[in-house]
Structure formats: structure tokens, C-alpha cells
């Protein structure tokens, strides 16, 4: 039997110029290189220069992506973004790159679901693929979350950073096993009366301003390796391999420690989890692209390969997607 597969046919990422350092922080909040670098695993991020926004980062991450793919933007159907920080209340920054590529043709808007954006941005991705309502779809996840940040605030600040990070999924032909190439399984979940654990303290219906990040991080922490776990789990429940099969995991850069915990949790080796925490920080929905290709351009993840999706975010959200690329 001969099944549509949503295959990743190219990726690409974009980080800004300017690199802030965990001792740069430390002149400016009580903090060190230290706290941070034992507690998160963090040692410096990125962040967006003056007028630098985040339609600039992820047209730039698209632009990278389409060239891996060696498509133009006249081929996409559809162009997903997963962020948490537009350029504008509205309109999406989804129309906006649509626009700065050249795209006249079909749809554009975002998915906001926070740091679990890239998960979501693929699961409704794989879904208008296998509904055969596109072929060809941009998904990028995109966020300064520099300027969510209250920079006086030493435990939320010391965590975020910029970037950007792009996948072009095309519909291909499998035969419905689990050696095909291309997305097996997407699952998501959310739990709204989680709200007050991590959210933004203001917005166009409440206080007319873009907000700070709030976060209780010791209980965002206690759910991350448990919903985690779970949704890996689901994941690859009933799609013909198991978690021992899976070649790379590629989380959501939050924290090591939640990294470490959730392989432990999984009993999977550390080393098949991607790390890019160090040098990005918690770049939200960026998080997840950004450390893919850095894993797929020093040729970890290879074509063949089974690799595992994973996010956790402010809503609370959570979720995973399993696939082979
Ligand atoms: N520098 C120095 N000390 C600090 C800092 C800092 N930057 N931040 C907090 N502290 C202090 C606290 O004030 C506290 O001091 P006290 O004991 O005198 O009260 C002490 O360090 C311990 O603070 P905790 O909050 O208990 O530290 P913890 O070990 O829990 O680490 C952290 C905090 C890193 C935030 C951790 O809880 C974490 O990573 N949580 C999960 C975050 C996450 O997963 N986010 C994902 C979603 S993000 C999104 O969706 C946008």
C-alpha cells in the first residue's frame, strides 16, 4: 500500500551576529558564570542587534532552508511559523516573509504555542500534507525573546536568547512501514490551568503593552521530564519501532538537566541527545530547528536516520514528533 509521508527535504537556521556571554550578564544582574552555566548547562546566547526582528531572523533561516531544499518560493503551498515574538500583534510574521520571499501564491499564518511551537508548526504541517491540502510547506520556528525579557529579572533573564530555524517537508510516497523517510507521528498536549507556571505579563487585551516572561521555574522543571517522557513515548507507541531504535532525540534547549533527566527517565544513552544549549540558550520555538541543523550539517543526522522531536512550553504545552529523515 502506497501512503503520502511529509519528508524534510532541507533545513536551515539563522543566529544574529551578537553573542552575550554568561560574564557579560553577570556585570549586569547578580548572577555568574557559574550559577548559570551548573544550574542550565547555558554559557552564552544570541541576541538581535537594534530594528533586527524576528521576521528578519526567519526570513533568513527560510532562505537557508529552501536553498538546502533547491526549491523557489513560487513551489510553496504554505509557509507555518512557530513563534511567540511577532513583529506585530498582527499581521502574522508568516505573511510577512511570505511577502519578503516573493510568494504570491497560497497560504500563510502563525502557530503559537511557545517553546512547543515547532512541534505544533509540525504536526499541523504533516496534517495539510497528508490531507493533500499542500505539497510543499515552509515551517520555520522564529523568536527574539530578548525583548520578552525583564532584564533586571537574574531568573529569567540569564535563559533566553534569538534565533531562528527552518525545515521544508515536501509529500512523498511511502509504504506505510517503518522504514519509510519521513514524519511517522506527531503528538500534542496541553494543560491551560498551568498558565500561571510560565506566561507573559502583558498583552494587546490586558495591558496594551508586549509584557515580561514570568516563569516558577523549579515547577515549569518537576513537568518538563515527566510530560516529556510521556509524549516520547506516545510518540512512538504504534509506529512500528521503539525508543531504544531511535537514532538522535533533538529537544527543546531549556535546560541540560532536563536533557539528562529525560534520557535517564528513557534509559536511552545522553550522547544520542542533541546539545546546543551551551550556545544558544532557550531560544523558545527556535529551539528545536536551530539544534537540528546544527546536528545535520556536522553530519550526525543522516538520511536514514530515526529521529525524535521534543518540546515542552508556557501554557502549559507539550508534545513530539517522530520521523525518519
Ligand atoms: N543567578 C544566581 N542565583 C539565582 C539566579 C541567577 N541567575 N536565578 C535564581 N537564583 C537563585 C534564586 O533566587 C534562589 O535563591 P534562594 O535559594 O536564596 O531563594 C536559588 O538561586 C535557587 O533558585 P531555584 O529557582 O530554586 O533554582 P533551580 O535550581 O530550580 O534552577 C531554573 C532555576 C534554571 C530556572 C530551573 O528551575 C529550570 O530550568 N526550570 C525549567 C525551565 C524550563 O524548562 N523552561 C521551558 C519552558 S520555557 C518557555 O516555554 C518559554
Redesign the pocket.
Known sequence: MSIIRSQVIGCGAYLPDRILTNAELAKT????DE??AS??GIRRRHIAKDGETTVDLALKAAERAMADAKIGADQLDLIVVAT?TPNETFPSVATSVQARLGMTRGAAFDVQA??SGFIYGMAVADNFIKAAQAKTILLIGAET?SRLMDWTD??TC???GDGAGAVVLQAGEGKGDSTDRGVFNTKLYSDGRLHDL?YVDGGPSTTGTAGH?R?L??E??KH?VINIADSIEAAVRDSGVTVADIDWFVP?Q??Q??LDATARRLKVPAERFISTIAEHG?T?AASVPLALDVAVNDGRIKHGDLVLLEA???GLTWGAALLRW
Open positions: 544582574v547578580d548572577t555568574s550559577w548559570i544550574r542550565t511567540t511557545v517553546c525573546m537574574r531568573t540569564v535563559l533566553f510560565l516572561l516563569m521555574g523549579k515549569v522543571f518538563a527543546h531549556a535546560n538537566r532536563i532557550n523558545s515542552m512550553g508556557g
